[in-house]
Nanobody, 116 residues
Framework: QVQLVESGGGLVQPGESLRLSCAAS????????MGWYRQAPGKQRELVAT???????NYAGSVKGRFTISRDNAKKTVYLQMNRLKPEDTAVYYC??????????WGQGTQVTVSS
């Protein structure tokens, strides 16, 4: 059974930081590209950041310079460090693992709320 389990979400004030984690099981983690996506109420799910099996990263323009995606293949875990959070970052954040367009998996999501 493939599982992606997100953790680290919560309620924070604007300007504060959170680190999300996504622990994978049931896949050969090192050959998968990993990503973080988010979905706010009434909006489409959107790309936040991705990291390839080789460590190349890509970020949405709205988070570039504030968020950092990283991976630890030994721990089969991908992280999203989120700094200087804004209310617009409020969403459910989902972990994604993709070996190809034909084999991809999603986590259950973790809620991030940024509010004063």
């Amino acid at each position: 059974q493939v599982q992606l389990v997100e953790s680290g979400g919560g309620l924070v004030q604007p300007g504060e930081s959170l680190r999300l984690s996504c622990a994978a099981s049931g896949i050969i983690f090192s050959i998968y590209a990993m990503g973080w996506y988010r979905q706010a109420p009434g909006k489409q799910r959107e790309l936040v950041a991705t990291i390839t099996s080789g460590g190349r990263t890509n970020y949405a323009g709205s988070v570039k310079g504030r968020f950092t995606i990283s991976r630890d293949n030994a721990k089969k875990t991908v992280y999203l460090q989120m700094n200087r959070l804004k209310p617009e970052d409020t969403a459910v954040y989902y972990c994604n693992a993709a070996k190809s367009a034909y084999e991809a998996y999603w986590g259950q999501g973790t809620q991030v709320t940024v509010s004063s």
